[in-house]
């Protein structure tokens, strides 16, 4: 069962955050038609933005008179604040209309206005705002980089909300792949301390309910009841329906197998969404009964609720909750021997899956809709643009032969300046110089030596097929809730501490380090360069790690906290290259590394976790013991065993 599930609201802290121009302006004036209209009023004009702001939501329509009223007015009076907030305004009724085009086009001229004014603040809003159409567009990585930007201002004018928006924001399209996990928690978990210092409720809601619902994607139930029960109180202390986390939390029991607290927290959200009358909510709560139901062999229950789930699901066409449901129908009719129910159920269940497949492709193929509308507008502007360079190309060829025998005048001139010229050259060459050893050497310490001449020679790094490698991943038990307690300089100096040594471990043993992330450490055998002992080395590796860490829990040095580490390895196939254009990254990709990293959360402290496939390469030589399997997704099951070696024998 997957809890990743978008909700209606509290995923992002997107278009919502408005960056007003009245805190608290009067609007039963413009209800009642009493204000006449100025010419030179502009307190008529933020009135009228207000107005539109409030109806954003309740009434669209309404809110877009006015926003264009605003603009029209602010536009005569040039009134550029009005005008930036009216745009913005028609952005965010576009945008929840899920007019993605007319959004981005608004939003666009808006912070143009706010760029010309050199209003920070607003530039921080709208980025966030464009950001929000690319990421409901599909395209990560534009509303990454937009997203990046709206922190970058917000940090320059120090402001708290706008930070913690940021940082909530990123972490959402980080949430988007379970690969980017761990990056997501750590910008959620980011914002938290801004939100804090203002006292900022709905964004310490969202940070909460977003990092309990990962914790739970991630199989760490435990670690997820802190953060959604600090989500519960928000969501009340806002009189928002507080059957999000309550659902959550009941899933976080059902994972916990405490059946009487997840019956109890699922019961409650029933309860509370029946009486707000949030449909999404009820269907998933009527879904965890049942679920509960099941893992309590009461199958007639399970039915009950599972058929309770059903109706609402359908009623208010969610495609995912009505898959669900049919499949714990499926499971609780078998459960009964009910095999003719279980057969009928089950091909409901097909057809379900047809159905939610159909509205996911019917989507994708919105979003690439939208993406080449925006992409046709950016050509039609270069074309644009190219017709007026042509035109000033021209007046500048009929002048140029007006001003030949001018410039014949003023050779010996500009002779002298070429010769100043190839002096500045010469020095400015002997500054590059130095400075590509100096980049030569940083790029050594980002890339593989190959890697690294490969972009030199040919300015891009073509992607590699490895056929055998071994994985390896390393996380330090309870890190969150110890990071929690200890101060910024001991912790940073802690983490850096072991990575260094990982560093030399590695180094050691041929191993290629791929990247850290929070308290994981990933690095990988057999790349770049092939080895026939890539399985070995890792394992190797992976001995020094855990009794480096060992032995500094006995006798840990100043100021550093004895971490306890879980190691997991697993061989196969990847994929390897580079990413990204500021910065670059060399990263690995397949089912290779997500089920190493599996391997790591499934192993215990002080103990190496192997897959299967590292198993076969190592059992010949090296003692394990089979603990059983796991489950991955779609279904797969993975073999996992223990390395019981110690360092004495591979030595």
Known sequence: MSFLIPRPYFLLLLI?????????AQLSDWESGEIVIQETDTNYIKKLISKAEELSFSNPDSSLIASEK???????????????????????????????????????????????????????????????????????????DHFFESLRNAEIVDDPMRIGTAYVNIGTVYKNDELTYDPAIEYYQKSVPYFEEINYSMGLAAANVNLGELYLELEKPESSLPYLNDALDHFRELGFDPATPLNFIG?????????????????????????????FEEAEAYLGLGNVALQQQNPALAVSSFISGLEVAQNEGLLQQTRDAYLGLSEAYALQNDYQNAYETYQ???????????????????????????????????KIQYELERSLEKEKEEQARLLL?????????????????????????????EEKDRSDEILLNILPEETADELKKNGSIKAKQFNEITVLFTDFKGFS???????????????????????????KYGLEKIKTIGDAYMCAAGIPRPSETHAEDALKAAIDMRDFVEKTKENPPKNIYPFEVRVGLNSGPVVAGVVGTKKFAYDIWGSTVNFAARM?????????????????LLKDKYDFTYRGEVEVKNGQLLKMYFAEVEYEQIA
């Open 481 to 507: 809730l110890i990071a929690e307690q200890l101060s910024p300089e001991q912790l940073v100096e802690s983490v850096d501490y072991y990575f260094r040594y990982f560093d030399t471990i590695i180094e």
């Open 348 to 382: 409901r269940l097909n057809a379900a899956e047809d159905s939610l497949r159909n509205n996911e492709h019917a989507t994708v193929l919105s979003q690439l809709r939208s993406i080449t509308h925006s992409r046709e507008r950016t050509y039609e502007n270069q």
């Open 70 to 144: 605003a603009l029209e007015l602010s536009e005569r009076l040039g009134y550029d604040l009005g005008k930036a907030q009216s745009l913005k305004n028609i952005g965010i009724v576009s945008y929840y209309r899920s007019e993605f085009f007319i959004a981005e086009q608004h939003f666009q001229q808006s912070l143009e206005v706010f760029q010309k004014s050199g209003d920070i603040l607003g530039i921080s809003n709208l980025q966030s705002n464009i950001g929000s159409v690319y990421l409901s567009m599909g395209d990560d990585p534009k509303a990454l």
């Open 405 to 433: 025998f001018i410039g014949l005048g003023v050779f010996v001139l500009i002779s002298l300046g070429l010769l100043n010229r190839f002096m500045f050259i010469r020095k400015a060459r002997n500054r590059i110089a």
């Open 251 to 279: 899933a976080a029991y059902l994972k916990m197998e405490d059946f009487a607290n997840a019956e109890e927290f699922y019961k409650q959200a029933l309860a509370s969404s029946v009486e707000k009358s949030t449909k």
């Open 600 to 616: 790591e959360s499934k192993s215990e402290p002080g103990r190496i976790n192997v897959s299967e496939s590292t198993y076969n």
């Open 16 to 24: 919502a955050l408005s960056y007003s121009v009245v805190g608290n």
